[in-house]
């Protein structure tokens, strides 16, 4: 599987039509790629938070738009990112979009985990419930979101549902950048599986993004990792290799303690 990831720079310069308009343009220069991944809340920043509530979107509105034509267009899996989405019923959700090639929208998910503990993400977004894993023709994504990756239990239930590429989009701040490249590599490491995640460039809200967006085999090697700036970056995954590092080295097969709805 050739995976691309575009560490998109979020720039409050640019109007967010234009950014849309510029990353639809690069995802459909990927074509012949088998799936794209895009940051956290690219098209608004993901620590913009007054911006949350003025760029909310509809699930179909003009970002879901966008990308399903380049989707459509370069013939690729995407996982667009997340978007400040408004549902219907009022609430404001960060919400991951995943689209086929062709074109359609065949899995959203809600972020489970909000930062900010007392302040943005944390009060001004609704929290997500649910576990949510894509079928590839070859693999099994699972989905996570930014700081859902400093919760092991969620990416448990993960790979318990099938997982074998973990994709997460993030809008990472520089000045957290060593936690970002260890969490990830211990999420491949513990769950035996791909670690795809992309973040942001540039500066948005006066915070520095980390960039670094990286990808992790089940053994918990860094195949390849991008630096500060925008940046493209593309690898091929051997999938068999989830298989065989589980056969091989069967750890997953002696968990103890499981959380369910009834606890440990």
């Given at each position: 599987m050739r995976v691309s990831l575009i560490q998109t720079a979020v720039d409050p310069a640019e109007p967010v039509a234009d950014r849309r308009e510029r990353v639809a343009g690069l995802v459909r220069e990927?074509?012949?790629?088998?799936?794209?991944?895009?940051?956290?809340?690219?098209?608004?920043?993901?620590?913009?938070?007054?911006?949350?509530?003025?760029?909310?979107?509809?699930?179909?509105?003009?970002?879901?738009?966008?990308?399903?034509?380049a989707a459509r267009?370069?013939?690729?899996?995407?996982?667009?990112?997340?978007?400040?989405?408004?549902?219907?019923?009022?609430?404001l959700f960060n919400t991951s979009l995943v689209f086929s090639p062709s074109g359609d929208l065949v899995r959203t998910y809600r972020k489970i985990h909000r930062f900010g503990f007392d302040r943005g993400e944390a009060?001004?977004?609704?929290?997500?419930?649910?576990?949510?894993?894509?079928?590839?023709?070859?693999?099994?994504?699972?989905?996570?979101?930014?700081?859902?990756?400093?919760?092991p239990e969620l990416f448990r239930a993960l790979v318990d549902?099938?997982?074998?590429?973990?994709v997460i989009p993030a809008g990472w701040?520089?000045?957290?950048r060593e936690h970002w490249t260890l969490l990830a590599r211990a999420r491949a490491v513990e769950n035996q599986s791909y670690v795809v995640a992309?973040?942001?460039?540039?500066?948005?809200?006066?915070?520095?993004?980390?960039?670094?967006?990286?990808?992790?085999?089940?053994w918990g090697t860094v195949l390849a990792e991008a630096g500060p700036d925008e940046e493209i970056l593309t690898v091929e995954l051997d999938l068999e290799r989830v298989t065989k590092t589980r056969e091989e080295?069967?750890?997953?097969?002696?968990?103890?303690?499981?959380?369910?709805?009834?606890?440990v």
């Open positions: 990927q074509r012949g790629r088998d799936l794209v991944v895009l940051p956290e809340l690219w098209h608004v920043g993901a620590f913009a938070y007054e911006s949350f509530a003025t760029e909310a979107e509809p699930l179909h509105g003009p970002t879901a738009e966008a990308m399903s034509a267009d370069a013939g690729v899996w995407l996982h667009a990112g997340s978007i400040a989405e408004r549902d219907p019923e009022g609430p009060v001004l977004m609704s929290a997500g419930t649910e576990i949510v894993t894509v079928p590839l023709p070859d693999t099994t994504l699972g989905l996570a979101t930014c700081y859902d990756l400093r919760f549902a099938g997982a074998q590429l973990l701040p520089e000045r957290r992309c973040g942001t460039a540039g500066t948005h809200a006066n915070v520095p993004q980390a960039g670094h967006s990286i990808v992790v085999d089940p080295f069967p750890a997953l097969k002696d968990r103890v303690l499981r959380t369910g709805p009834s606890g």
